[in-house]
């Protein structure tokens, strides 16, 4: 009783077709692997992407002249 037979399976596939019909099935596993497929693509095309995307400059230190921006030091409370 504890795993399934392939009797068990069989039964459960017949239902399961009887159910749904092999039409909508069928729409049903290609739309499945369809999915599948565009989230590996994207997958793929965001870690390229990703790494295309890294910011090249770095943040200095140094005084901005422009009168519209401010300075702010952050202190921790004591």
Known sequence: MG???IWHWLIVLVIVVLVFGTKKL???GSDLG????GFKDGMK???ASADAAA???QVTA???TDAN??????????
């Not at 300075?71 to 004591?78: G, I, L, N, R």
């Open 69 to 78: 921006t401010v300075d702010v030091e952050a202190k921790t409370k004591s």
């Open 55 to 57: 910011p090249t400059q």
């Open 45 to 47: 095309d965001g870690s």
């Open 26 to 28: 069928k729409n049903i």
């Open 34 to 37: 369809g999915a599948v497929k």
């Open 3 to 5: 795993t399934f037979s």
């Open 62 to 64: 140094e005084k901005s």
